[in-house]
Each structure stands twice: as C-alpha cells, then as structure tokens.
T-cell receptor, first 111, second 116 residues
Framework: QQQVKQSPQSLIVQKGGISIINCAYENTAFDYFPWYQQFPGKGPALLIAIRPDVSEKKEGRFTISFNKSAKQFSLHIMDSQPGDSATYFCAASKGPGGLTFGEGTQLTVNP | GAVVSQHPSRVICKSGTSVKIECRSLDFQATTMFWYRQFPKQSLMLMATSNEGSKATYEQGVEKDKFLINHASLTLSTLTVTSAHPEDSSFYIC????????????FGSGTRLTVV
C-alpha cells in the first residue's frame, strides 16, 4: 500500500517558471515531511522539510505548503533553473522512524 | 554539515557471492541508521532500520537472512548481501539522523550493486 502518493510523474517547465509538485499521505501519524532532490547515480539530498504544526515554510527558492486537514503537501520551486532538473521525492515519517517516499517527479527545466 | 559516507560506490559481483556495503557517519554519532533500496526509475524503499548494539528491524518482505545488517559502532553500519542473485542488483542507500531530535535525515551517496 502506497502511503505517500506523488504527482505529477514528470514535469517540464521553462526557465524562470514555477515548478509545483504535490503529495498526499494517508497515515495521520506522520509528523515529518521532507522533500529530496536526486541526481542520477547519487543519493537524495534534503531540500526542505516541514512539521505539521506549520502551514508553510520557505527557504530560498523552495517553499513547502502543508494542508493537514487535506493530508496534502506540495513543493514550489520559484524561478526554476536548468540546474534544478532532477528527480524530486516527497517523503514522510512517524517520529524518528524510516522515511516513506513518494513515487518521484522527474523535473526538466528548459533553458 | 552532517555527512554520511558510503563505500563502495559501485560493485560488481558474481551470482552466489556475498557483498558488504559500509555506511559511516563522518562528523556525528548515529544510534540509528536506515537502509534503502532503489530500482532504476523507481522510488526508495525502506529495507531496514539499523540500531547500534542491537538487532536490525526489517520491513515486511525483506529477507533478514539475505540482507545482514551490523551496527557495531555509533558511526558505522554495514549491509551484507549474502548469496547475491541478479535480482538483487539495485542501488542501495543508507541514511542517518544527526542530532537528538530524530529528524533531518542525511543520505549517503549510494552503492550500485550489479550481480552477474
């Protein structure tokens, strides 16, 4: 059973545009929601994370929006750049446990 | 910042042999480390939780006798794939949590295992 569902599977945006990736979760016990960026052949790198007591968090060009009642959260990448082209994963965990990942989104930013 | 080192980055082994993958936290102590597996074009799947000084906890469907985990110190966890078969070929990635909060997982760079 996939506990974290991610969409879209792939996304193409123009340079300078906004990339939006969405995730929905089922387990209400999840209390930590990070987003990771992964390049081919590399481990995932933490971009930004949020706890459920906050509805939005911004770090540089990256913003997480969190809707606890809808059990959804999203990643917004402002002013998208070709260097942002990578696979993005949302994830969730309960306490200090292991992460449950979404299916991933392949982002391509055209110059 | 917190760094997790994984070794080797790539390994090719013959079917039936065993392979050991190391995961080290370089600048922090990690009482808990996690092991994930990622098949091509797929997401990361949690395999097991490695606890320092105690037995690992395996996720449902993961064969504990095939994937042996040892967390002998606060900075080192190892994953041994025993009697490897071609279907075990995958990208194995470890992660650890720096700090006492239990959040902020840092991942290693991964190990590409190819079984021929």
């Amino acid at each position: 059973q996939q506990q974290v569902k991610q969409s879209p599977q792939s996304l193409i945006v123009q340079k300078g545009g906004i990339s939006i990736i969405n995730c929905a979760y089922e387990n209400t016990a999840f209390d930590y929601f990070p987003w990771y960026q992964q390049f081919p052949g590399k481990g995932p790198a933490l971009l930004i994370a949020i706890r459920p007591d906050v509805s939005e968090k911004k770090e540089g060009r990256f913003t997480i929006s969190f809707n606890k009642s809808a059990k959804q959260f999203s990643l917004h990448i402002m002013d998208s750049q070709p260097g942002d082209s990578a696979t993005y994963f949302c994830a969730a965990s309960k306490g200090p446990g292991g992460l449950t990942f979404g299916e991933g989104t392949q982002l391509t930013v055209n110059p | 910042g917190a760094v997790v080192s994984q070794h080797p980055s790539r390994v090719i082994c013959k079917s039936g042999t065993s392979v050991k993958i190391e995961c080290r936290s370089l600048d922090f102590q990690a009482t808990t480390m996690f092991w994930y597996r990622q098949f091509p074009k797929q997401s990361l799947m949690l395999m097991a939780t490695s606890n320092e000084g105690s037995k690992a906890t395996y996720e449902q469907g993961v064969e504990k006798d095939k994937f042996l985990i040892n967390h002998a110190s606060l900075t080192l966890s190892t994953l041994t794939v025993t009697s490897a078969h071609p279907e075990d070929s995958s990208f194995y990635i470890c992660s650890a949590v720096p700090g006492a909060t239990g959040y902020g997982y840092t991942f290693g760079s991964g190990t590409r295992l190819t079984v021929v």
